[in-house]
Nanobody, 123 residues
Framework: QVQLVEAGGRLVQAGGSLRLSCAAS????????MGWFRQAPGKEREFVAA????????YYADSVKGRFTISRDSAKNLAALQMNSLKPEDTAVYYC????????????????WGQGTQVTVSS
C-alpha cells in the first residue's frame, strides 16, 4: 500500500511560481512511475506531467510544457512539480499519482492517488 500526500498549493498571482510536493509512504515508491494531474471545477481530471521510476524520462501536457518541471527523489520518497509562469487557466486541484500500470498520461492508468492540493492563480 502506498499513501500520497500533496502540499504546496495556494493562491498566487499570474506569472508567479509554485512548487508542489508529494510525499509517499511505502517501501516500493522507487519502483513506481509518478504523475501529476489536475482538475478544475466542472472539468475532467487531466494529465499534467509524469516521470518514470528511474527519473530518466519525463512527459508533459502541451499546456504546461516549458513552464512546469516534474522531479523525484526516490531516496526521500518525494516527488515535486515546479510550476513557473503560472496562468489563471492553471487554477485547479492538483493530484499526485503513483504506480502507472497501463498509461502514464491517463488517470485511469494509476493505482494510487493523493487527496489533492488547491492551486489558484489570480489574474
Amino acid at each position: 500500500q502506498v499513501q500520497l500526500v500533496e502540499a504546496g498549493g495556494r493562491l498566487v498571482q499570474a506569472g508567479g511560481s509554485l512548487r508542489l510536493s508529494c510525499a509517499a509512504s511505502g517501501r516500493t515508491f522507487s519502483r513506481f512511475a509518478m504523475g501529476w494531474f489536475r482538475q478544475a471545477p466542472g472539468k475532467e481530471r487531466e494529465f499534467v506531467a509524469a516521470i518514470t521510476w528511474s527519473g530518466g524520462n519525463t512527459y508533459y501536457a502541451d499546456s504546461v510544457k516549458g513552464r512546469f518541471t516534474i522531479s523525484r527523489d526516490s531516496a526521500k520518497n518525494l516527488a515535486a512539480l515546479q510550476m513557473n509562469s503560472l496562468k489563471p487557466e492553471d487554477t485547479a486541484v492538483y493530484y499526485c499519482a503513483a504506480d502507472a500500470r497501463t498509461s502514464l498520461t491517463s488517470p485511469l492508468g494509476y493505482r494510487y492517488w493523493g487527496q489533492g492540493t488547491q492551486v489558484t492563480v489570480s489574474s
